[in-house]
């Protein structure tokens, strides 16, 4: 599970605006896109939960009936 592979300290969260000098920007756009899209994944699952039985598309089959001649 990706949360395993990341620590989440409490104490050093803080939300600051793009356009300040010190924000996290210049993090960021040192990172690889690899890296920020783990720390986008991570925050999904942070978010929305991580449940194993729906990492893949669901399947889903339909049926049509044909009159024959």
Known sequence: MLKDNFQFNRDSFS???LD?????????LSKTPEERILAVEF??????GYDPTTERLQ???ETAEFKTN
């Open 43 to 48: 925050l999904r699952q942070l978010i929305f």
């Open 15 to 17: 939300v600051t605006s």
């Open 20 to 28: 300040e000098k010190d924000s996290d920007s210049n993090f960021w």
């Open 59 to 61: 399947r889903f089959f």
